[in-house]
């Protein structure tokens, strides 16, 4: 067996599984800052959880993963309704 390496400059790292590995980051951060600058920790995981939502709401709602074969068989609502 031979290993390859992909051409996509990402390999296999989907869209989504870079999404979901930069959720926790902020709240690390924050968390990381918060006892190093002396900061009570709660409004440091307060304010690092505020760019993590914004990474899941743009996961959700921006661009939300989609099955590729799913979008080319179903035919939209539009074409239904004819």
Not at 20 to 27: E, F, K, N, R, T
Not at 37 to 52: D, E, K, N
Request: no cysteine.
């Amino acid at each position: 067996m031979e290993a390859t390496i992909s051409e996509h400059p990402l390999g296999s790292v989907s869209r989504p599984d870079l999404v979901l590995s930069a959720i926790p980051g902020p709240v690390a951060l924050a968390a990381v800052l918060g006892v190093l600058l002396g900061i009570p920790l709660s409004l440091a995981l307060a304010v690092g959880s505020v760019p993590s939502s914004a990474v899941v709401g743009y996961a959700l709602f921006y661009r939300p993963p989609v099955d590729e074969e799913s979008t080319t068989e179903k035919p939209t609502t539009a074409e239904r309704s004819r």
